[in-house]
């Protein structure tokens, strides 16, 4: 059961290139987040899914667009990738139905230079 | 206010010591809340729920008071495997957080 597997695991882009962030879970779990993480930031939430079909902006989603596209997957695309965009990103599942908190994936590592 | 606040650290404590965090959050109407545990360079993974009455895991004992929207995690006989950034979480459900809200983590180093 390999519950919340994200590509790629590092990254390192050019500002203005474009890249999409994969993420599947085999949990069958409704709702799935992205977020990202900077020093003395925190956890921000980039967009979530609460189900399939559906997406919402979260705290931080300008420079980046979202795609849900089944139950399992949900992608995070940087257009045009800046060197604030420079983070590591997470992606997660959950079942609102049970109240276990999230899944996160081991997370992306993305330079953008 | 921020929605979850945490003293951010670093908490060195010596093998063997008991150290409590704490933690508040701003909403009133939150309805559960955890703490989650991230090592070094990798993802967050829940550690414990906090239920209202307090709950206990081994070593690791958790308390929630609604009253005062506070939240406390404690480990006794800490480890050196303990060290890592731990963080309070707090579903609200509405608004655009999607429901967890994650508190920027305390860090703890145990020490020899």
């Known amino acids: 059961n390999a519950g919340v597997t994200q590509t790629p695991k590092f990254q390192v882009l050019k500002t203005g290139q474009s890249m999409t962030l994969q993420c599947a879970q085999d949990m069958n779990h409704n709702s799935m987040y992205w977020y990202r993480q900077d020093p003395g930031m925190g956890l921000r939430l980039i967009y979530y899914s609460a189900s399939e079909g559906t997406t919402d902006k979260g705290e931080v989603p300008n420079g980046y667009n979202v795609s849900r596209l089944n139950k399992r997957e949900f992608s995070l695309r940087l257009e045009s990738a800046a060197p604030s965009q420079t983070s590591v990103y997470f992606c997660?599942?959950?079942?609102?139905?049970?109240?276990?908190?999230?899944?996160f994936g081991s997370g992306t590592r993305l330079t953008v230079v | 206010r921020k929605e979850v606040e945490q003293d951010p650290g670093p908490f060195n404590v010596p093998e063997g010591a008991t150290v409590a965090f704490n933690c508040t959050y701003s909403?009133?109407?939150?309805?559960?809340f955890f703490w989650y545990r991230q090592d070094c360079r990798k993802e967050p993974k829940l550690l414990m729920s906090v239920y209202s009455s307090g709950n206990e895991d081994g070593r690791f004992t958790a308390q929630l008071n609604r009253a005062s929207q506070y939240i406390s995690l404690l480990i006794r006989d800490s480890k050196l495997s303990d060290s890592a950034t731990y963080l309070c979480v707090v579903r609200s459900y509405g608004g655009s957080q999607g429901n967890l809200i994650f508190g920027k983590g305390t860090k703890l180093s145990v020490k020899p």
């Open positions: 997660a599942s959950s079942d609102p139905g049970r109240d276990y908190g999230y899944t």
């Open positions: 909403n009133s109407a939150s309805q559960s």
